[in-house]
């Protein structure tokens, strides 16, 4: 460290006209960071604005096309994350970088062993794990393999990993997603020890909500470039959505909490089960009813077989055992075709892969269930002008915004693949609807849009069930909470009665 500038006075962190171009975009645009010593600065934007590019040159992952970066004022370059340590800068990365078939002792000093004759015995080390993960308050047992631990256990582990390397700067990107709410406090109780230790953390987030909890200050990249740095106690979350898109954010209403008494079961799931890519039950018995008018949401931490119940439902995968029925008839195991038939829509979470053909055009998908039947086939002869006629009307309907109906969808942006694939699917006049994750990766003024897109759906009378990972989607947006933990239903409460704590204990896996 400079010995002129007194401590606390030099940024930990300064990256400064930091540009990064990769083929057709410029990812960071003359980006200028600064992260305290202590702090939690949270660096956030919607998806695409640059964070992970950021962070990724911060910690010597990508070398910046231009611009310097200065770690506790003196300059450094970084060609390998192996520098970036060195200079005490480390991501603390998902679970999937740990060897599963090790110990927790052994995966934080992988790669970190000193000459063999110096080396520390297991003893030595497990102590001194347990001491770390002591003083963070992360509970975890050193002699544990990886395999054994919840996610949440094994983000501790990579943290324990970075601190014991000496890390005095963290970087963590989005590392919240495969959490669940308490998991997610637990880690920021830990952040805040470190901080208050000295440490500076790098926390990436598009979640307004919890780095409104987690930070002290808040840079917001918009398209590459910096709009603007906060101190979080005196924004706020509309503030900071503002910047973020860069207009003006109407935050939907949720949806009315409405009791439909007595609204009859448009779909019913009764006892299904299913397995995985891998032969493995993955849908256990999963008995649900849904009226007509109700959204059921259904929470859970990404991988607890919510792909595989939707594919269940819609067709998509077999089911090994269980009903599907619609207005009191089951369907065909297996079938999406009886499926779409019987009234089932289904807002898959791979929109550009099973979604939308992504080459077709924006008309064509508009398309793609009805084209065999009238008015739009007549003897099996597809009506061009009914086809055009038919996107013109549900574009406008749907506002979806592409140069005209006959752009390839995949030129579309996210948000608007998602509004055609609504449009076609809502279009149809369905029964039910199972939505999967329908807002992921889109950006706030979309998701705006789905959601009340949904929500007028329900108002119609359509019964909806949305699988979502997003916990405050679902409670938003939800009439009753189903909780899925390992292909279960672990419980289900009423959105009046929902306990954001009692949820996540269910979504850890706690008996209801
Ligand atoms: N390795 C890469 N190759 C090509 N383009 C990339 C790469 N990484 C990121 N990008 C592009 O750079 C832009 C910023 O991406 P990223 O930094 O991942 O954003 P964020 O983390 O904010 O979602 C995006 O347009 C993305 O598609
Ligand atoms: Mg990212």
Redesign the pocket.
Known sequence: MNPEVTAGAVPAVAMRSITKR??G?L?NDSVDFEAREGEVHALL?E????????ASILTGLYRPDAGDIEIYGRRVEFHSPRDAMAAGVSMVHQHFRLAASLTVADNIVLGHQAAPWLRASPRTIESQVTDLARRYRMPVNPTARIWQLSVGEQQRVEILKSLYRGARILILDEPTSLLTPQEADDLFETLRRMTAEGRTIVFVSHKLEELMAVSDRVTV?RG?RVVGTVETKSTTPPQLARMMVGREVVFAQSKEAHRMEGGEVVLELRGISADGDLGIKAVNDVSLAIKAGEIVGIAGVSGNGQRELAEAISGARRRSAGDVIVDGRSLRNGDPEDAIARGIAHVPEDRLGTGVSPSLSVADNLILKSHRRAPIATRGILRRQRIAANAKQLMSRFSVSAPGPDTPTRLLSGGNVQKVVLARELSSRPRAIVAANPTRGLDVGATESVRELLIKAAAGGVGILLISEDLDEVLALADRIAVIYEGRIAGVVPRDEADVQRIGLMMAGAPA
């Open positions: 990769f083929p975009v990812a934007g998806n695409g604005a640059g964070k992970s590019t950021l990249l590459g």
